[in-house]
């Protein structure tokens, strides 16, 4: 690939993404007022944000890899449903794949 045709697909997902952002602020108010649309946004966060996850700790390239990233995960989860603050749940997920690591796995 060209540096030329490098720097023109940049330019051109920039302004895409320039483009969303204008199209969301130019959005009426009123159509986002609607407790069925706000109930609709937060339910597409989450379950983006869940993809995310999934596919950051089981993905590998193009296979599905099982490491230190599941076990990991796993207690974040129990700390998350426990209400533990975000800090200690990033220290014991951490802290698990280390260890499960240090244990020689993943």
């Not at 533990?84 to 014991?92: E, M, Q």
Request: include cysteine; glycine fraction near 8%; aromatic fraction near 4%.
């Amino acid at each position: 690939m060209t540096a030329a045709v490098l720097w023109a697909t940049v330019l051109l997902a920039s302004l895409a993404c320039f483009a969303l952002k204008l199209a969301g602020h130019l959005v009426p108010e009123h159509w986002l007022s609607d407790p069925r649309v706000a109930r609709l946004t937060s339910l597409v966060t989450v379950a983006l944000l869940a993809s995310l996850v999934v596919v950051q700790t089981l993905g590998a390239g193009r296979g599905v890899t099982v490491d230190a990233r599941l076990p990991a995960l796993a207690v974040a989860g129990v700390a998350l449903v426990l209400r533990a603050p975000f800090v200690v749940v990033v220290i014991l997920a951490g802290a698990t794949a280390a260890g499960v690591r240090a244990l020689g796995w993943g």
